[in-house]
């Protein structure tokens, strides 16, 4: 069942992709949700329904998460659910018409067992299936190598760092300086699937939702990365939550700074 919905999706995101590619040429919808940094377009919305009308069309009993609403309301992940961000890094997406993603996982029962990243400005395609590796377009991703703080590039947004609502800068301050270099990239999608490839060491954030990361989970853990929230706890990918993401070996050494 999963080779068949792979190939299925290999297609569909691809399309997608397509589609956001042409829409580059036309006049987007802009609008802002919760806050006026946090947008979306009418491009957003269209990719959403367009992976919704073929996942209903092919499996009808599966569910659908998706993050601008067209899917399911679900309180618990029991059965086949697609958590779909039709776009991660909407801002990016219109300031810069590049580092953002399409971001797909396919879980049963709450287990990740498809993941899919795609790159739709460098036309990269990121995807892992549980149990048999992660790629990039089609290329095998190597097993991810231990590492330590002093030789890493660590992604993480500025917020964190200074003044705000969530964390005490001083908690994540020490990693700035301790590490080789950071680095923010405006998607947390991508920024896990640079993990995947070996492009950036670490990522970590204060709260995502579930469609932020399911696909990114998928593959990260498929080289052998580790995954949970800030504090070194498992996902709940029902609830929006603190994420931490990174290398192994380097995952202890930055939980030991953090809870220090
Ligand atoms: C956002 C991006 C961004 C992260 C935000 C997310 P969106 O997703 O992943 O990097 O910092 O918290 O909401 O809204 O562009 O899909
Ligand atoms: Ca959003
Ligand atoms: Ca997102
Ligand atoms: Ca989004």
């Known amino acids: 069942m999963w080779n068949e919905i792979d190939q299925h999706m290999q297609h569909w995101i691809r399309e997608a992709g397509e589609r956001i590619r042409d829409a580059f040429q036309t006049k987007l919808k802009i609008e802002t949700?919760?806050?006026p940094s946090d947008l979306v377009t009418n491009v957003d919305r269209e990719i959403e329904q367009f992976f919704i009308e073929r996942i209903r069309r092919t499996y009808p009993t599966h569910r659908i998460l998706g993050e601008e609403g067209l899917g399911d309301t679900l309180e618990a992940?029991?059965?086949?659910?697609w958590i779909i961000d039709p776009i991660d890094g909407t801002m990016n997406f219109v300031h810069?018409?590049?580092h953002f993603a399409i971001s797909v996982g396919v879980f049963q029962d709450g287990v990740g067992m498809l993941g899919y990243i795609y790159d739709v400005a460098f036309d990269?395609?990121?995807?892992?299936?549980?149990?048999k590796g992660a790629f990039l377009n089609g290329t095998p991703l190597p097993p991810l190598e231990k590492t330590t703080l002093d030789r890493s590039i660590i992604?993480?947004?500025?917020?964190?760092?200074?003044e705000n609502r969530r964390i005490d800068p001083n908690v994540l301050a020490p990693l700035v300086k301790k590490a080789r270099g950071t680095r923010s990239y405006g998607s947390a999608a991508l920024e896990m699937a640079y993990?995947?490839?070996g492009k950036l060491d670490a990522y970590m954030t204060l709260r995502l939702s579930p469609w932020d990361i399911a696909g990114g989970m998928v593959i990260v853990q498929e080289v052998g990365g580790v995954v949970t929230n800030l504090y070194g706890e498992p996902l709940n990918m029902i609830e929006k939550s603190s994420v931490f993401v990174s290398k192994p070996g380097?995952?202890?050494?930055?939980?030991a700074i953090i809870q220090r």
Do not use: C, F, M
Request: glycine fraction near 6%; avoid cysteine.
């Open 250 to 255: 380097l995952h202890e050494e930055i939980l």
């Open 124 to 131: 990269e395609l990121y995807y892992a299936q549980k149990g």
């Open 33 to 35: 949700k919760s806050s």
């Open 96 to 98: 810069q018409q590049r």
């Open 155 to 162: 992604s993480l947004n500025a917020t964190w760092v200074t």
């Open 195 to 197: 993990i995947a490839a």
């Open 77 to 81: 992940l029991d059965g086949v659910v």
